[in-house]
């Protein structure tokens, strides 16, 4: 039952790539998944969400390692979540159709004034939260009959707000986005030190740089795992691409952003539907 076509991956167009990571659609309506196969995966990520629940919903588990956030609110029908500093792990009691909506925490701030700090290791209701505007759009986003509605709803609710801003960045992975994001803190503002450019990326992006460099070389690492198709993987040479200090670092890091060692996650990713998160972005 892996890699069913009603879970996808929606990439934007570049219009949008510096504001929007990518939307995630799950529909497991008919596909009659057990209580396991119904578990869910995630890792500690630098983006913000919103989660709208058109059918089911999810509940936080108690898992070592794994994040449970102190507000949860996973019910409401529209929720909006992260930056998380530690992996998720979630069950859907039932069946499910859910469209997650993934965005650069800076773009985020910059396009609803909400302070992005609130929001560290939290889910709250998204009429706890948004600006008018927003609400009034997600609940339109909520009424639509089909992803592919909402796909253009988002597109055209978000475009001219993002192009106002005249912010057009591309598209990038994780590492050049943190690097883009020391850049523009060393020289948009009086105040230099080391201080001031850590208090900046914080209220931008919610984290500090040491972690925004953790989950840049974590993703940097995923990707080169993935190109190995399966095969065989030199952890150490991984460890020294991907520039961790060495496979012990690796090791220690991986456990930390995801709960598991590199190999046991590889494993797991080929072979365990409540991976599905993990394989979208790995195919």
Not at 196 to 222: D, N, T
Not at 273 to 282: D, H, M, P, Q, T
Request: hydrophobic share 45%; aromatic share 10%; proline share 7%.
């Amino acid at each position: 039952m892996l890699d069913d076509p009603r879970t996808a991956l929606w990439l934007p167009p570049l219009a949008l790539a510096g504001c929007v990571r990518a939307a995630m659609l799950r529909d497991t309506r008919g596909r009659g998944l057990d209580a396991a196969q119904r578990e869910n995966y995630f890792p500690a990520t630098p983006l913000v969400s919103l989660v709208w629940w058109h059918e089911g919903g999810s509940e936080w588990l108690a898992t070592p390692g794994f994040s449970v956030p102190p507000a949860v609110q996973l019910q409401a029908p529209i929720v909006v979540g992260g930056p998380f500093t530690l992996p998720s792990h979630t069950r859907n009691p039932g069946d499910i159709h859910a469209f997650k909506l993934l965005l650069l925490a800076d773009a985020f701030v910059a396009l609803t004034g909400v302070a992005v700090d609130r929001l560290v290791n939290r889910t709250v209701d998204a009429r706890e939260l948004l600006p008018p505007d927003w609400l009034d759009w997600a609940q339109a986003m909520a009424a639509v009959p089909d992803d592919a509605a909402r796909l253009a709803l988002l597109e055209a609710f978000l475009l001219p707000r993002w192009q106002a801003l005249g912010d057009q960045r591309p598209g990038q992975r994780y590492a050049a986005w943190t690097e883009a994001l020391a850049l523009r803190a060393a020289t948009s503002a009086a105040g230099r030190s080391l201080r001031q450019l850590e208090r900046r990326i914080k209220a931008w992006a919610g984290l500090p740089m040491r972690e925004l460099r953790a989950v840049s070389r974590a993703e940097r690492a995923f990707y080169a795992v993935a190109a190995a198709e399966g095969g065989p993987v030199n952890w150490a040479d991984i460890a020294a691409e991907s520039d961790y200090a060495d496979q012990p670092h690796l090791c220690r890091e991986t456990r930390r952003l995801t709960g598991f060692s590199p190999e046991e996650l590889r494993r797991r990713i080929a072979a365990e539907e409540s991976f599905w998160a993990y394989r979208l972005w790995r195919d």
